[in-house]
Nanobody
Framework: QVQLVESGGGLVQPGGSLRLSCAAS????????MAWYRQAPGKQRELVAG???????NYADSVQGRFTISRDNAKNTMYLQMNSLKPEDTAVYYC???????????WGQGTQVTVSS
């Protein structure tokens, strides 16, 4: 099985930037879809951004224009560049990968992002 490990979270002031990474222990080329989700305290986990194997992307309305998702199959890593961060972006961010073979759904352990002055 492939393990997904997030990194890059931390404390940042409003208006600041962070780049999250999701490193896989194996090839991500078989993941037809990868995504970043987040979960704030007391709230449901929500989709932040997704990217298909051919590079098509989609974003939640709340992050459109501020966040950019990308993937580097050669490095087996997915990224989330987060700019103009707001306090409401505070959450645990999880990476997710989906593949056709079983098991088909993979999650990382999460990384905390806190936006506060």
């Amino acid at each position: 099985q492939v393990q997904l490990v997030e990194s890059g979270g931390g404390l940042v002031q409003p208006g600041g930037s962070l780049r999250l990474s999701c490193a896989a222990s194996g090839s991500i080329s078989s993941f037809y879809f990868m995504a970043w989700y987040r979960q704030a305290p007391g709230k449901q986990r929500e989709l932040v951004a997704g990217i298909t194997e051919d590079g098509s992307t989609n974003y939640a309305d709340s992050v459109q224009g501020r966040f950019t998702i990308s993937r580097d199959n050669a490095k087996n890593t997915m990224y989330l560049q987060m700019n103009s961060l707001k306090p409401e972006d505070t959450a645990v961010y999880y990476c997710n990968g989906k593949r056709l073979s079983v098991p088909s759904n993979y999650w990382g352990q999460g990384t905390q992002v806190t936006v506060s002055s």
